[in-house]
């Protein structure tokens, strides 16, 4: 994807279902964070699946080139929330803004849990190390680079009416891989009503910038 700034256009199909397509992964991560905690305590688990993530990005922008350099002020820029980085997000790579918060987090996360967690309570089996790569590689490496593309793009307001999708598919994904119980009725109404809201989003915004 180009990587523009953000100027809240309409999204095309394309975009959209992208987007509705990052929400599922950002969903079944809740399922796969909860796995992985089988297996470990959840400090030592955000570390791995941040050191995962940062090293998938790394690996990304070396092979296809892209310049991890930033400007003088930038870094700690990096460390602020949603709403700041829509106003920042044009300054930086869609990876930069991924990588750089966690490659900061990483090392403190691992530190906690060497004073927090045993490490003797450590257990990896196939699952568990399923759910890690899924969560470092796919969901917060993959995931959030692609995520900050679409921002930069689209703009901050108009990505995140999707995010609502995002404990739909994880209720969806825990009771197809968890077998947890969902409420038939209730679980179809904020389906419709989330739906309805994304498309109310994008009708406004696509209205907006008409002549």
């Known amino acids: 994807m180009n990587e523009t700034a953000p100027e809240n256009r309409t999204m095309g199909p394309g975009a959209v ?11 079944a991560n809740i399922v796969a964070i909860k ?18 993530a940062a090293a998938a ?18 870094l700690s820029q990096l460390g602020s929330n949603a709403v700041y980085i829509k106003r920042i997000i044009s300054e930086y790579k869609a990876f930069q803004i991924a990588f750089y918060p966690i490659a900061f987090i990483t090392p403190f996360l691992f530190a906690a849990a060497f004073i927090l967690e045993d490490p003797a309570a450590v257990h990896l089996d196939w699952p568990v190390t399923c759910a890690l ?60 009503l989330i739906t309805l809201g994304i498309l ?6 696509g209205k907006k910038k008409r002549p």
């Open 35 to 52: 796995i992985s905690l089988r297996g470990m305590g959840p400090l030592t688990a955000a570390g791995i699946r941040f050191a995962l």
């Open 17 to 27: 279902i992208g987007a509705m397509l990052m929400c599922v992964v950002f969903g």
């Open 200 to 205: 109310l989003v994008n009708a406004g915004v």
């Open 133 to 192: 790569v899924y969560q470092g590689i796919v969901s917060a490496g993959a995931g959030f680079v692609v995520w900050n593309v679409l921002q930069k793009r689209y703009g901050v307001v108009t990505l995140h009416s999707f995010i609502f999708l995002v404990p739909v598919s994880g209720v969806t994904f825990s009771a197809l891989v968890l077998d947890e119980a969902v409420t038939g009725m209730n679980f179809i109404v904020s389906l419709v």
């Open 57 to 74: 990005i790394a690996a990304w922008a070396l092979v296809t080139r892209r310049s991890f350099a930033l400007k003088k002020g930038q």
